[in-house]
């Protein structure tokens, strides 16, 4: 049996590498979807599908890709996600047609599947077991800044270099730094059994028909969830100008996002020790329709960006420990991998199936409904309760 890593050297570690991944696949779009389609003689709408369909490919693969974790610890499906995103993005830079675009966002949508957050909670909790709750606040914690570090850089790398360079220089990144980094810092095996700590946690012994029941709410928290994420990252720009700010003011209100997910994981990694997290995800998921509303009463369109920032960044780490906290350690990797089937594709089809009702409802009407899916998606977690650990 191998002695498990040190926690903040793997949350580190598979920090910085998801600061890189997301920078470098989920934020590439925003950057070369409008070269992208100048290039091909097609509309931005079609050039982004595919970044769409990379994530169903991503979500329908979650469920192996649990079950590889749970089995092998991690390391090799990282290692495997990081040589298949920089497979992805030669393909991309490569491409000729439109064809040829989409079949290079398939292997990126398995290799997102085997290197985003998924893949990186679900290894972390076989590495670490019940103590892998700071690992996964510190991989969110770093990860936030991939926004802010992929935005600028891969704007200013296009500029300079144009789409094809920009992304061999990201598939460059992902063998010369990320796979480096992950066959250095993830143990080769995991631990036999899930790794103990000084107090048991509620819930690691948990009853059949209570587990699937907390498995069911779940997974229906957090598709609704990402259904409404997927909307807001392409509609924000448009439902902030829609609620009278200037394009000018409603870029700055989107760009509070990533500082106010990042502020949430602050405290959640300052105060979480206090509070367990299925009260930290209740108060995390009270936010989003209490943000949403507040433009209603009046408030500036800012509150809601915040707001909405502040959730997103305190759920984002409950993707990881709650199901620890109410399932278990053992199998936990599976656990990870069926959540996540649902909730990519929810965030996957969202844009498509809600961009008709920006342009036939009026604001209001967007927002109240927003609101009323977001509270109810937040009344999820309120039957969820932790079992006591059997004696």
């Keep these: 049996m191998s002695a498990p890593p040190a926690p903040r050297r793997l ?12 920078a470098t696949t989920y934020y590439l779009p ?5 070269p992208v389609a100048h290039s091909f003689g097609q509309s931005r709408t079609v050039v982004l599908g595919a970044f769409s369909w990379a994530l169903v490919v991503s979500g329908l693969i979650s469920p192996l890709v649990g079950r590889w974790i749970d089995r092998s610890g991690g390391r090799v499906v990282l290692a495997t996600g990081a040589l298949l995103q920089a497979a992805g993005l030669v393909a991309l830079a490569a491409s000729p047609s439109l064809a040829a675009w989409y079949a290079a966002w398939t292997v990126l949508g398995v290799g997102m599947a085997l290197g985003l957050y998924d893949a990186a909670f679900a290894t972390a909790g076989r590495q670490l077991g019940e103590a892998a ?13 991939a926004s802010t570090v992929g935005w600028p850089i891969g704007t200013m790398l296009f500029a300079q270099l144009g789409w ?3 992304a061999l220089i990201y598939a460059a990144i992902h063998l010369l730094v990320n796979l480096p980094l992950i066959l250095a810092s993830v143990p080769r095996r995991a631990p036999m059994h899930p790794v103990p700590v000084a107090a048991p946690l509620p819930g690691v012994a948990v009853p059949p028909d209570a587990r699937r029941w907390n498995f069911r709410l779940l997974a229906g928290f957090f ?4 259904f409404l994420a997927g909307m807001v990252t392409v509609q924000a720009l448009v439902l902030l100008q829609a609620l009278g700010l200037s394009r000018g003011e409603a870029v700055f209100a989107a760009a509070l996002i990533g500082p106010a997910q990042v502020g949430a994981r602050l405290l959640e990694w300052a105060f979480g020790r206090f509070l367990n997290p299925l009260l ?25 960006t915040l707001a909405y920032g502040a959730s997103n960044g305190v759920l984002t780490i409950s993707r990881g420990t709650l199901p620890l906290y109410l399932l278990g350690p053992r199998g936990y990797a599976v656990v990870i991998g ?13 844009p498509t199936l809600t961009a008709p009702l920006f342009v036939h409802l009026p604001v209001g009407w967007i927002l109240a409904g927003t609101a009323a899916v977001s509270a109810a998606a937040a009344l999820c977690l309120w039957p969820l309760r932790a079992q006591p650990t059997a004696a």
């Design 133 to 145: 709750r700071p690992a996964i606040i510190g991989i969110t914690l770093l990860g936030g800044f």
């Design 11 to 22: 949350a580190a570690v598979l920090g910085i590498v998801q600061v890189l991944a997301w």
């Design 338 to 350: 069926r959540l996540a089937m649902p909730v990519m594709l929810a965030t996957a089809l969202a």
């Design 223 to 226: 598709t609704i969830r990402g």
């Design 164 to 166: 094809r360079r920009t």
């Design 280 to 304: 930290t995800s209740r108060l995390g998921a009270a936010l989003m329709p209490l943000g949403i509303l507040a433009p209603l009463a009046g408030a500036p369109g800012l509150v809601l």
């Design 30 to 34: 925003a950057i070369i979807a409008g």
